[in-house]
């Protein structure tokens, strides 16, 4: 069964500094990968998705991601952190049956 | 356009009482999605559609049952509301094709005593 897991539930940083979101899969076949975004209160945001092809995708708020067969990774990263990224980030598996993982709360330290 | 919209916002049930949660998509996508967002466990799939008139399991349906008589309407009803339904609701849409990539409405916050 596909599953999703984000090993660190809460990370801080510093405004400015790099980011990088852990996120590991189990899939029977080749996967759709997705990271959203969640703010207080809001809904779900697309940042990226990979289907195929290059392995390193880029999204929107200046998120990257790189999808790493051999260690069923697909971690998020962005050089610098802005006060405005401090939100839940959520790593997604699946088509129609999506599967969620638990999260990532991203705090950003002035 | 209103993207995906849901009603209520907020809701209380008695246990045992039923209700209706209502999602709207004006972006005249084929498929809809139900999830619960519980503390600590993500997002988890209720029941979806791939098209009007066509619904089918997710990974936690028990408890839940769904209609789409209309394509940009997916109706989400609990027929007698437990406490452990008690739950933040998010409906999402996704257009024809082989992207998958969701879009959200801003939940239904239920509470079951």
């Known amino acids: 069964a596909q599953s999703v897991t984000q090993p660190d539930i809460h990370i801080t940083v510093s405004e400015g500094a790099s980011l990088e979101l852990r996120c590991n899969y189990s899939?029977?076949?080749?996967?759709?990968l997705f990271w959203y975004v969640q703010s207080p209160g809001q809904g779900l945001q697309l940042l990226l998705k990979?289907?195929?092809?290059?392995?390193l995708v880029q999204g929107i708020k200046g998120f990257e991601a790189e999808f790493k067969r051999s260690q069923s990774s697909f971690n998020l990263r962005k050089p610098s952190v802005h006060w405005s990224d401090a939100a839940e980030y959520f790593c997604?598996?699946?088509?129609?049956?999506?599967?969620f993982g638990a999260g990532t709360r991203l705090t950003v330290k002035p | 356009n209103a993207g995906v919209t849901q009603t209520p916002k907020f809701r209380v049930l008695k246990t045992g009482q039923s209700m209706t949660l209502l999602c709207a998509q004006d972006?005249?996508?084929?498929?809809m999605y139900w999830y619960r967002q519980d503390p600590g466990m993500g997002l988890r799939l209720i029941h979806y559609?791939?098209?009007?008139?066509?619904?089918a399991k997710g990974e936690v349906p028990d408890g839940y049952n769904v209609s789409r008589l209309k394509k940009q309407n997916f109706l989400l009803g609990l027929e007698s509301a437990a406490p452990s339904q008690t739950s933040v609701y998010f409906c999402?849409?996704?257009?024809?094709?082989?992207?998958?990539?969701?879009?959200f409405g801003p939940g239904t916050r239920l509470t079951v005593t």
């Open positions: 999402a849409s996704s257009p024809q094709g082989l992207t998958y990539e969701q879009y």
């Open positions: 899939y029977g076949a080749t996967p759709y």
């Open positions: 990979y289907f195929s092809g290059d392995t």
């Open positions: 997604a598996v699946g088509a129609h049956d999506m599967r």
């Open positions: 972006m005249n996508h084929e498929y």
């Open positions: 559609s791939v098209g009007e008139g066509t619904t």
